[in-house]
């Protein structure tokens, strides 16, 4: 099923919301932590056992009323080799679970360095011989760099088009310096150039939905530029971060969807993962029981913005 589709699918059946999973060390539970430096000692193993732990509880109590969850692969590559394995495992637990899954990281390089990266993340190695292998992580979608231009961008597109993949290209971030370069441009700003080229490269990918199976990745900090964005750029979907912890509210985002709610995923990590730090439970226990609270809270105000 072309990429576009199945998200407005999944939008349909759950909602919007996007878990990010982002596994900061220093946010993790206590018990959890101390369970696994205990049993394995001070060393990245400890803490690659700690995450996937964390992380499979997460993905147990959340499934059922999320459709998407976002790896953030910085997060796991911190942790060297035993983290890079968390990751892989976590994704097939996900996979396993009927979550789509995009993986954020951000990639690209030049043509043919960025083709490596696509083939990795997204369809799977072709040598001679004519044989392959299927991608390693073969996730649902990938974020993009999109400093490199049209020719650096190319081999995801052709790369996600073969395999029914998404493509998130960086357009307007959430940091606070984002606009000494995305707000660059005398006729048309950079982060507008940059949702015009995704638009363009993406015409081929346009499903049933009226979506590209490419889009953009819009900061929820900058709710007035998400909202011109929509308006320019109808058949792209947006992936949008920033929610809670960097500063963005949910009811700006109500014009990031279409009007028929479908168009925009929000992403919520922190607020979400780490729920039990409100709670005033010093120790974590029953974690997954506060983030499974916390997703259906934000699954059910995200579906009011959606009418």
């Known amino acids: 099923m072309n990429f576009a589709d199945q998200v407005c699918k999944v939008v349909e059946m759950k909602g919007p919301l996007v878990v990010g999973m982002d596994p900061h060390l220093e946010l993790l539970p206590p018990y959890l932590l101390e369970k696994w430096l205990r049993e394995r000692g001070n060393n990245l193993q400890a803490l690659a056992y700690c995450v996937m ?12 009323i999320v459709g998407f969850v976002k790896f953030q692969m910085a997060f796991y590559e911190l942790l060297g080799v035993p983290g890079l394995m968390v990751l892989k495992n976590l994704v097939d637990r996900a996979r396993e679970k009927g979550l789509t899954v995009i993986l954020d990281g951000k990639r690209n390089d030049i043509a043919s360095t960025a083709a490596c990266y696509a083939r990795a993340y997204l369809s799977g190695i072709e040598y001679p011989l004519e044989r392959s292998i299927p991608s390693f992580w073969d996730v649902d979608a990938l974020t993009v760099n999109p400093y490199f231009g049209e020719d650096g961008l190319t081999p995801f597109f052709e790369e ?3 395999v029914n993949k998404g493509l998130f290209v960086v357009c307007r971030t959430t940091n606070p310096s984002a606009p000494f370069l995305q707000d660059e441009g005398r ?9 015009r080229l995704v638009e363009r490269m993406g015409e081929k990918t346009i499903g049933d939905s009226g979506f590209s199976s490419a889009g953009i990745v819009v900061g929820a900090t900058y709710p007035e530029d998400l909202r011109m964005l929509r308006t320019e750029f109808p058949s792209l979907l947006f992936l949008i971060p920033g929610v809670g912890a960097q500063g963005g509210g949910l009811e ?3 014009f990031a969807f279409r009007d028929d709610g479908m168009g925009a995923l929000v992403n919520v990590s922190r607020g979400v993962l780490f ?5 005033g439970n010093s120790d974590g226990r029953g974690f997954e ?8 809270d934000y699954q059910e105000r995200l579906r009011e913005l959606q009418r």
């Open 53 to 64: 732990e964390f992380g499979e509880l997460i993905i147990e109590a959340i499934h059922d």
């Open 160 to 162: 996600a088009k073969k």
């Open 187 to 195: 006729e048309e700003k950079v982060y507008f150039k940059v949702a």
């Open 252 to 254: 700006p985002l109500r």
């Open 275 to 279: 729920a039990y730090r409100e709670s």
């Open 289 to 296: 029981r506060l983030a499974r609270a916390k997703s259906i």
